[in-house]
């Protein structure tokens, strides 16, 4: 069973720096296919793509937040980390990450993890 | 403002069909794989639909997608009052070379 799940602060003052954990079991992000992608929502909002890393260590960003964003596999095999510089109180929101697998959905995110929600205040 | 644009609502009786579209490019869904989420209120997103029209095992026959040129469809059947949600298409940008989802629309069963 693949599982996910978002951690890090809940508040976060403009021009800071947010970090971002993804702890994920039940598969490998060594296994051929498989990527970790990280998404957002802020509240009312519709859902936004942010990065991806792939089995591979190919990096995807948005191309709006690029120059904010930086994705990393964790120093644990199980652990995806998301950087975000410079934050605003545009960017609060939900933040999620979720799996992907071209070897079964192709371009999709088939498993989402709960999201953790990031308020930017001062 | 999103790369793929949906209605912003739709609604209908139990029982009853709805259908959502999506439309893009042909730099997304013109020639990339479209899928759909499910989004019911206070939760994570839910995977409904990939590749076009093939859904992930659990869910049910009652959604189906297509894609035809630059657009694609969600269809509902025998609407129920668990399946009011936001409901999302998402695709990949070729041109942008980024995943773009739609600006989603919520279906209410009245």
């Known amino acids: 069973q693949i599982t996910l799940k978002e951690s890090g602060p809940t508040l976060v003052k403009p021009t800071q720096t947010l970090t971002l954990t993804c702890t994920f079991s039940g598969f490998s992000l060594s296994t051929s296919g498989v990527g970790v992608g990280w998404i957002r929502q802020p509240p009312g909002k519709a859902l936004e793509w942010l990065a991806l890393v792939y089995w591979n260590d190919d990096k995807r960003y948005s191309p709006s937040l690029k120059s904010r964003l930086t994705i990393s596999k964790g120093t644990s095999k199980n652990h995806v980390v998301l950087t975000m510089t410079n934050m605003d109180p545009v960017d609060t929101g939900t933040y999620f990450c979720?799996?992907?697998?071209?070897?079964?959905?192709?371009?999709?995110?088939?498993?989402w993890g709960q999201g953790t929600m990031i308020t930017v205040s001062s | 403002q999103s790369v793929l644009t949906q209605p912003p609502s739709v609604a209908a009786a139990p029982g009853q069909k709805v259908t959502i579209s999506c439309s893009g490019t042909s730099s997304t869904i013109g020639n990339n794989y479209v899928s759909w989420y499910q989004q019911l209120p206070g939760a994570a997103p839910k995977l409904l639909i990939y590749d076009n029209n093939e859904r992930p095992s659990g869910i049910p026959d009652r959604f189906s997608g297509s894609k035809s040129g630059t657009s694609a469809t969600l269809g509902i059947t025998g609407l129920q009052t668990g399946d009011e949600a936001d409901y999302y298409c998402a695709t990949w940008d070729s041109s942008l070379t980024a995943y773009v989802f739609g600006s989603g629309t919520q279906v209410t069963v009245l």
């Open positions: 979720a799996h992907r697998d071209l070897a079964a959905a192709d371009d999709a995110f088939d498993i």
